[in-house]
């Protein structure tokens, strides 16, 4: 059962009836705003990609592997009761990474075109002799190979971490998340959560920033806050009499498809919908098209929303994959892609408040 202390209905002869249809007016009106503002605000703003940035981070990181690259080897040449154990932690950081290195290459490539092979012989010739500088002995090389040994299980500096997870699993995103390469964002005392005390899990590579707009608690982006693929999280009081519980079949009717269908925004394309559960609670599952303007930019996005309702808040937890104009094809394809990922996701809401 839900309470609720805000007047929505300003009558005191209002039926239970009468406040039942307020009460679903209400929620599919806040839904249709909110997935409007959601859609128009869209990751693109982040996905249109500062190739300077996306350089130097993509440069940072293939610096990062050809320097742990030549340090092994200069430890296997120089301390042979060593080379054993500097060649099984290159393996298990391969094992972890090599796809990435190899992703990063391609994108080096595709950055710099003809200029890639001098811009590789260049950094491996500084590598080289920046790593050969360096004093080493039994006890240095013995813990850098431990160091590696930890790198290899994702113990990495920022941005070169998010950088190689997002080259690593660009093809199996859900891979990045089922490893365990996620972190926990609780919204605990935050301004924007409407005192509800609920947490998610992301993957490492997707940013974690503030939402700019209003109910629009954070925003997560992927490839580092380069990608066009993202998820917000918003909440909002529904406004009812004092004296009014939502019930159970409140929920009920509310979350039927004709109701759900009802809460795609104006100009969009539904897809489909159908009651599920978050954490215990009654809640629906949206999909829709929407295409948005940016400017002078035409923007078309494919929108997987989860919604709950709990203690008087509608909680949406708002999924997109977005296409730049030319890329409309491929919006399908990615979309399927990133929608195990996006219920994973939704799988690890927690509402920390029913549990106190």
């Known amino acids: 059962m839900i309470k609720n202390s805000f007047n929505f209905i300003n009558t005191s002869k209002t039926t239970p009836d009468t406040r039942k249809i307020s009460f679903l007016k209400f929620v599919c009106l806040f839904i249709v705003f909110a997935l409007l503002v959601l859609a128009v605000y869209t990751q693109t703003v982040s996905a249109q990609i500062s190739e300077s940035s996306l350089f130097?981070?993509?440069?940072?990181?293939?610096?990062?592997?050809?320097?742990?690259?030549?340090?092994?080897?200069?430890?296997?040449?120089?301390?042979?009761?060593?080379?054993?154990?500097?060649?099984?932690?290159?393996?298990?950081?391969?094992?972890?990474?090599?796809?990435?290195e190899k992703n990063i290459n391609y994108a080096l490539q595709e950055i710099l075109e003809e200029e890639y092979p001098e811009?590789?012989?260049?950094?491996?010739?500084q590598g080289s002799?920046?790593?050969?500088?360096?004093?080493?002995?039994?006890?240095?090389a013995t813990n850098f190979i431990a160091e590696v040994e930890l790198r290899s299980r994702g113990e990495i500096p920022s941005p070169i971490l998010e950088t190689l997870l997002t080259y690593q699993f660009i093809d199996w995103p859900t891979e990045e998340f089922t490893l365990g390469y996620n972190r926990v964002f609780r919204t605990k005392n935050h301004p924007k959560a409407k005192n509800v005390d609920f947490q998610i899990r992301y993957p490492i590579s997707w940013r974690p920033e503030e939402g700019e707009r209003p109910n629009i608690i954070q925003n997560f982006t992927s490839e580092n806050g380069r990608g066009l693929e993202g998820f917000n999280l918003m909440a909002n009081d529904i406004l009812l009499l004092p004296d009014y519980t939502i019930t159970d079949q409140d929920l009920d009717d509310l979350l039927v498809k004709t109701e759900l269908r009802g809460m795609v925004p104006e100009g969009g394309k539904f897809i489909s919908a159908k009651p599920i559960v978050l954490d215990n609670y009654k809640g629906a599952m949206i999909v829709y098209d929407y295409i948005g303007q940016l400017l002078d930019l035409t923007i078309t996005i494919r929108s997987l929303v989860f919604i709950t309702i709990y203690d008087g808040k509608t909680i949406l937890i708002n999924c997109g994959v977005s296409a730049l104009p030319g890329e409309e094809g491929e919006l399908q394809e990615r979309f399927n892609r990133?929608?195990?990922?996006?219920?994973?996701?939704?799988?690890?809401?927690?509402?920390?408040?029913?549990?106190?």
């Open 129 to 140: 002799a920046l790593i050969s500088s360096q004093q080493f002995n039994q006890e240095v």
């Open 119 to 125: 811009f590789l012989e260049t950094l491996e010739k």
């Open 338 to 356: 990133f929608e195990p990922l996006f219920k994973m996701i939704a799988t690890t809401f927690i509402i920390q408040d029913q549990y106190k």
């Open 56 to 100: 130097t981070d993509l440069s940072k990181t293939v610096g990062f592997i050809m320097g742990q690259r030549f340090t092994l080897n200069i430890i296997k040449a120089e301390y042979p009761n060593l080379a054993l154990l500097a060649q099984v932690a290159e393996s298990e950081f391969e094992s972890s990474f090599g796809n990435a």
